[in-house]
């Protein structure tokens, strides 16, 4: 097993995580198997009980693990499913360590941080690297991403750093590389860019036994020659090992940046790794990420998608759905105009508190091409969430319900169209009369902790008359990742389909309503799972992509293809074989200065200037 550790330095959120996808995708590309862990220093055990606002969106895996959504990145560039063990966390590691002490493990020893914790960290980065990656063959490669920060008094990562001296030498130099993410600031007051932070901070590393092997560089422009030869000399690496990553247009680019500057050869001579540099495979891979790259920056048609939250001013918050809107973005030839809005400013409330908060609030929502309502907990901002239901569901405006999403628009249509006014959920109001949402009897309200509905579960369609089934083509079922406490109330349903809210999708006990569709209604979908948890760059979420194909207005010609893409789009997995006719975004493209490959036609010939 070869082992490629991702650390980082100056700043915190400097772009390891990307960084670490990238040189997985990279590696991938060349039929090398890659398996990823990421290291968050934490004590919590998991990433369960945080607020969004602390780390961003908790990220959910098939196996119900509740983790940093890092894995997400993983998941998403890869393409693998991951495990909650690929998430280590220091309350994890000591929750084991003390367990195994209590037991008399350790037969009557001082049981302390070396050797016991970073052995244990060891043994569970080795049991993980081994594990078969999407239950298939073991990986060859295990990346490994330490969150914090070196250099900065970061304590909660020197355990691990301290680990990781040791684990060099236990899997031998040729089978391990140290990569070391770094910011270059670039003062405005000078212009120049400034190397001495990078320095300070590989320093310190190596004064802890770590020496990289590799240095990213990140930057807003790519970094200068004098500045990467500067590195080199203070930093004991070849300039070749110097890697630039200013900040480019999209994540998309960032895999091609690494691989033009040599990182996958560097790797695989690096690590003895059993390939050759240059294969058909690897070229028609990274092909489909330039082409995919190359789409997001010449899309010129916006569509805009107002998303209805509760904890939007920090993005990361909704990572995935955002990440998810994207890639269905992509697919129907349209750049993404997301607009974030609190859902309390949509409340009748924020008139008296703040009004133009308010007014400017409706006034996004009134001029959307399409609504989301994602998950989320608690009171807050509930109200606002279901006054844009009713707007979507009123007005014929495309709408996706996500987890709590779906329970907004039931409360608002049993209000609104079956007059139950005080229809509510008993996590809102524990006295309403008319509770359309209750508490699923398994969870357990004495702890917080991994108690929900979580991770995989099979949904089957009880209908063939429904858009959502052909988006997932047809399929008798779908498995879906989900997150929830609380449930659409059974013995409501018969009384919301006969108004025509239909639930197409259900349990396997039939007891649990998964998949909403309005009748009637363009596109209007409420899910109680979270489909963007497994949306790709290249597999688009079925749920996801049908909001934005209505939003175009062109869920009917998608509809007239068997509901896939189109085949010139070689980068999306669905797309057919074949030749096939212009399709209207291939026309767009043309029209606006570029060839159905997408490669940039002159002026001359498509009468536009050059972008």
Known sequence: MKYVLVTGGVISGVGKGIIA?????????HGIRVTSIKIDPYINIDAGTFSPYEHGEVFVLDDGGEVDLDLGNYERFLDVTLTRDNNITTGKIYQQVISKERKGDFLGKTVQVVPHITNAIQDWVTRVAEMPVDGKEK????????????????????????????????VKKENFCCVHVSLIPEPKTTGEQKSKPTQSSVRELRGL?????IIVCRSVTPLAESIRDKISLFCHVDPQQVYSVPDVTSIYRVPLLLQDQGADSYLIKRLKLPVSIKTDKSSYLMSRWKELANRHDRLLKEVSIVLVGKYTELPDSYASVIKALQHAALVVNHRLDLICIEAADLEAETINTNPQRYHEAWKDVVGANGIIVPGGFGVRGTEGKIQACQWARTKKVPFL??????????????????????ANSTELDETTKHPVVIEMPEHNTGQMGGTMRLGKRKTLFKTNKSVIRKLYHNAEFVEERHRHRYEVNPSVVEQLEEKGMKFVGRSEDGERMEIMEMEGHPYYIGVQYHPEYISRPMKPSAPYLGLLLASCKKLSSYASRGFRPSPRMSFCEESDDGDGDFEEEDKESVACGYSIDGNPQSPEKSGTSSI
Do not use: H, Y
């Open 401 to 422: 319900g996500v987890c709590l999403g779906l329970q907004c628009a039931v409360i608002e249509f049993a209000r609104n169209v079956l007059k139950w006014e005080d």
């Open 21 to 29: 996808s990238s040189l997985g995708t990279i590696l991938k590309s």
């Open 209 to 213: 036994g770590l020496s990289p092997d």
């Open 139 to 170: 990986a060859d490669v295990c990346i490994i991403e330490l969150g914090g920060t070196i250099g900065l008094g970061d304590i909660e990562s020197m355990p691990f750093v301290e680990a990781f001296r040791q684990f060099q030498f236990r």
